[in-house]
Structures are given as structure tokens and as C-alpha cells.
């Protein structure tokens, strides 16, 4: 099959070469010139674990090419995908739909014969029946259907989910669109990933009430954490005890300093706009949009807190500042209102992340960047864990203790225990954990 990407950003990029590793010959294509010209010399704009090879394998195999020419591709293709960005629009948090309609118009100018246009782009419920009078305006002449095909990818484990989805949504209004999107999910069909088919506005709409359930989710158990503070229980015990009931699930309940990312934040909001536009207003999720905003500040005083109660012109370490591990992606990123916090309060900083620091760089001011944990701990006042990277879960706690001015290790990601920290020296304060 014949598959054109529009957007070779984050989810055009892997969901493209994932299916050109399924056989599909696909063209990714992308108006930023330089980024395709990179791409075509094998470099790969963002860090994602295993996406280099795959692209480099199938760029070589001839299934993988990438193109800023767009009209050609799209003629050709049996498949257009539209994984275009929908950030936050400035001002009042609706998705901003302006790239997809772009698509939408370029593509329609450019299609022949039939063709399914797929959007893959998170979307409001209603943007399909948009990009298809767009399209038909555009080009009255053309023979298309337009899906809603979303994506559940996690940064750091895109390609993994890819391979193996829990499911894929394909929201159709023609009964055509079904043969053809099965054919090209079709290796994942044979291994019994479900394939549900809805309708093109119940396919957008699942997208976000599924990330929103997970922010809740998470949000959640940060609040339990804080009630675990105050009670003596303890959140991972809670998060296991739930979590063994089927109906809960174990997954999402780690307690931590606030979700954030590309996508919980823009799309939490995002669906609390479509809610009041449409006069169904989501009050869980607009408490979990508020609760989250205040929890990275309440971060920032659980450290000096823990520090005793005033950090002025001492040196806080901090180690991780992307959103998650095994991504480069600062958006979001709570790290960036806990320093922000920290400085006010006339804290010196000092940072250590594996593949984030150059993006943080550019978000952050007056940091200092070091180049591993031990080189942050040095002369430190306190260490911040904020990330949980692998490179942190097994310090050497001897020698960071050696290497610090005062041994306070504030543990946002619970990834320590208090009686291995103290037994090593260090005052040790975690989430919602009484030892
Ligand atoms: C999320 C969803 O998990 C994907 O299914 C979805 O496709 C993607 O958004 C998207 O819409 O594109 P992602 O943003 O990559 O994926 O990251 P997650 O792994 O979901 O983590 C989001 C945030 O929640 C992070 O800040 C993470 O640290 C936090 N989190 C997650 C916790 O604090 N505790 C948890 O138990 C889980």
C-alpha cells in the first residue's frame, strides 16, 4: 500500500516508519525543508530509543523515503495521514486547528483517484466533518473519505506501542474506509490487536477522554499522596492495594510531581473547552487541570521545606528535567516551575539531564548545567530528584553523600527508600511515604 505522512514531527516520524516496517511504502513529507534534508542524511530530529534504526533499515530496505514535495506524493498515494500539530492556541487553550486545515487544503489540491485522508492529529470532536467540507470545496471532483485514526503512543516507548497497541481507533462515516484500514494495520490485526471501528466523531472524541482519564488518574494518586503525608499511610502501598482491582488497573498511580508532557496538559484543556462549548462542562477535568498547575509549585515548597525552611543562596541539584525519561522533550515539564520556584526563593541551581539539557537550555535561565549527577552533587545544599531516568536509580549514594555540602535528597519520583537513605546519612524526604 501506498501511504503519504503529512508532518514528520513526533508521531508522523514513528507512526510512518512503523508502517513502512510493516511493508507499506510510505513518504513522509514535511514543509520544513531542512528537517527533510536532515532526514534524508539519517538525522533524526528528536530522541525516541530504537526509531534511529528503524528508519536507517527501512530507508535502506526502499520502503522509507522523505520529500518537501508534496503534490506528487499525495497523487500517488492510497493513504494520506495528517499527524500535524495541534498545540494550544494562545489565549483561550482550544486546539489550533490551523495546521489541519492547512493539510486539509494542500492535500485536497493534490489527490487522485481514491483516497483516504487519515487524521491523525489530536483533534475536537467535529474537525473530520470540517477537514472533509474543506476538501470538498477545495476539490469537488475528489474521490475521498476522511477518518479519524488517533494515536496512543507514550514518548520513549512510541515504537513499542506501536507494535503492540492495546487498540486502534478508526472512526469511519463509509463503509469503504473499513477494507482499507485494515489492510494497513493489517500485521497488527493478525496479531489480534483490536481493531475498533466508530464513528469518525466518537474516534476523536476517545482520544481525549482517554488522555484526560490518565491525567486524572495520575492527578488522583497525587492527591492521595498528599492525604498519605498527612495520615502516615503510604501511596505505593494505596497504589498497589487499588491497582490489584481489575476495574482500577495498576497503571498510571505513581505518585510524582505533577504530569506533564506535549500532550496531558494541551489536551486536558483542549476538552474542557469542547465541554463548556457544548454546554456539557467537564468538571473532573478542569479540576484536574487546576490541581496539577498548583502541584509543581507545591513542589518547589516541599523542597525548601525540606531544607529547612529557606534556600536563599544555596545550590539545589536537580537531576532529570525532561517531562519523563527516555525523551529529550522539555514541554511542560515540571522541572521547569520547581526551578523557577526555587529561584525565587533565592535558591542557585544547578541540573544534570541524559538527552534533555540542550532543550532545557533554551527554556530555563540561569542554570547551571552539569554533566552527570555526581558532577551536581557536588558542593550541593540539596539534591532534587525530578525524573526518573535509569542513570538515577542506582547512585552511588557513598559517594554523593561524600560530594555534597549538605546531604538533603528530595525524592519526587519515590524511587529510593528512607531506610537506605538514612542508614547512608542523607535527610530524605519522598511522596506520600512515612518511611
Ligand atoms: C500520553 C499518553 O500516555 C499516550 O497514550 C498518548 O498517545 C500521548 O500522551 C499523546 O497524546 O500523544 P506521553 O505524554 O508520552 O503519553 O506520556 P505519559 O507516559 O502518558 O506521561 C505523561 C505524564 O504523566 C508524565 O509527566 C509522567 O511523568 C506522568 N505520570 C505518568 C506520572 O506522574 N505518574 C504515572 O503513574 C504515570
Redesign the pocket.
Known sequence: MKIAMVGAGY?GLVTGVCLADFGHEVICLDRDADKIRALQDGIIPIYEPGLAELVKANTEAGRLSFSHEMKAAIGASDVVFVAVGTPSRRGDGHADLSYVYAAAREIAASLEGFTLVVTKS?VPVGTGDEVARIIAAENPNADVLVVSN?????????IE?FKRPDRIVVGIEDERARAVMTEVYRPLYLNQAPLLFTSRRTAELI?YA??AF??M??TF??EIADLCDRTGADVQQVAQGMGLDKRIGA??????????????PK?TLALAKIGQDNDAPMRLVEATIAVNEQRKRAMARKIVAACGGDVRGRTIGILGLT??PN?DDMRE??SIDIIRGLQDRGARIVAFDPQGMAAAEAVLDDVRFADSAYAVAEGADALVLV?EWNAFRSLDLARLKSLMAAPVFVDLRNVYRAPEMVRHGFTYASLGRPD
Open positions: 508521531v489530536t488517533p494515536e496512543f503512543l507514550r514518548e520513549g516507548a512510541a506501542d482520544k482517554a488522555n490518565l491525567a488518574k495520575v494518586i497525587n497503571k498510571f498511580l505513581h505518585a510524582g510531581p505533577g504530569y506533564g508532557g506535549s500532550c496531558f489536551d517531562f519523563k525523551t515539564a515540571p525524573t
